[in-house]
């Protein structure tokens, strides 16, 4: 396996704090469901905002 640069690996903003991310090895298996950058981040959201952004409206 190719050693890549961080900087060629994917990156998202993540959904609490705005900031950028990028891919990790243990996301490999589901890369486009996270969506937040840390533990930190994601237990900071409200429960109810989840829900909020997936309904569409």
């Not at 190719?2 to 060629?8: A, I, Y």
């Given at each position: 396996?190719?050693?890549?640069?961080?900087?060629?690996?994917?990156?998202?903003?993540?959904?609490?704090?705005?900031?950028?991310?990028?891919?990790?090895?243990?996301?490999?298996?589901?890369?486009?469901?996270?969506?937040?950058?840390?533990?930190?981040?994601?237990?900071?959201?409200t429960?109810?905002?989840?829900?909020?952004?997936?309904?569409?409206?």
């Amino acid at each position: 396996m190719k050693m890549r640069r961080k900087s060629d690996l994917p990156t998202k903003l993540c959904a609490s704090c705005g900031r950028p991310f990028a891919w990790r090895k243990k996301w490999a298996r589901d890369w486009e469901s996270v969506r937040y950058c840390s533990e930190r981040c994601r237990r900071s959201v409200t429960p109810g905002a989840a829900q909020r952004e997936n309904c569409g409206n």
